[in-house]
């Protein structure tokens, strides 16, 4: 079936380019002519969509400032939503109903936690986490293994299945049934970008939240040495 088939369009410098690929090229160029379109006509539509995207982050993460985890996580939902919803215009087929995308997406979500995390924390410090204890550090290894695949599959799953429903009941009842599953189709779409967005966005939040006892430590350790060096001040001002 062409909905699960991904032929190779054509190569470029040697390298076969799978329709997957023009797909996902003509998602961005869509996604950025809406955008300049609506920075254009609609700016205020524009910021809506924004604050709706900054309320949604918001709600997941809890953290003091999403500023830095915005651009990525609005881009990801941006791109997986009209990615999911592109199938509906003919001839098109969605890009994350090819497991290389959205094993591709996972892969950068599951590595942003962790530059995220160590731009927080620290490197040593976040590594300290990591794998603390020891004992469990090659479980640790395979729950981000795990997580990849889960997000991986989880995408991959929902927008094949829906395009494949599509397609069949196309081919047996041509008529205004298909018309109520693409509407089905697109619910489903626009629910799978915020999901895997909220679930990012609470990986990034979970690898970026402050250790309150190492706070509370690190506050300590610093009041003593400023106490210390107060004393010192002190002590040479009165000899």
């Given amino acids: 079936m062409t909905v699960i088939e991904h032929p190779i369009i054509f190569t470029l410098f040697g390298l076969p380019v799978r329709d997957t690929v023009v797909f996902t090229w003509i ?18 539509l524009l910021e809506m969509i924004l604050e709706m995207i900054i309320g949604i982050v918001d709600d997941a993460m809890d953290v003091d400032d999403l500023h830095p985890y915005i651009p990525l996580l609005g ?23 090819d497991i290389n995308t959205t094993i591709g997406l996972a892969l950068v979500i599951v590595l942003s936690v962790h530059i995220y995390g160590i731009l927080k924390k620290g490197f040593w ?37 829906g395009d494949l429903v599509v397609a069949i009941v196309f081919s047996i009842i041509p008529s205004i049934l298909p018309i109520a599953m693409i509407a089905i189709s697109m619910i489903s779409g626009a629910l799978q970008a915020y999901v895997i967005t909220t679930l990012a966005a609470l990986f990034i939040s979970s690898a970026v939240e402050i250790n309150e006892e190492d706070q509370r430590v690190k506050a ?16 040479n001002g009165e000899s």
């Fill in 27 to 44: 998602t961005m160029t869509v996604i950025i002519a809406i955008v300049l379109l609506l920075k254009l006509l609609k700016p205020n």
């Fill in 75 to 97: 881009s990801l939902m941006v791109f997986v939503l009209v990615a999911n919803l592109i199938s509906i215009v003919p001839v098109m087929k969605s890009p994350t109903a």
């Fill in 125 to 161: 410090t976040y590594l300290k986490e990591f794998a603390s204890p020891i004992v469990l550090f090659p479980i640790e290894l395979i729950g981000q293994v795990s997580r990849t695949l889960s997000l991986a599959m989880r995408l991959f799953g929902n927008v094949l299945s």
């Fill in 220 to 235: 300590e350790k610093a009041a003593r040495k400023k106490l210390k060096k107060l004393r010192k001040e002190l002590a």
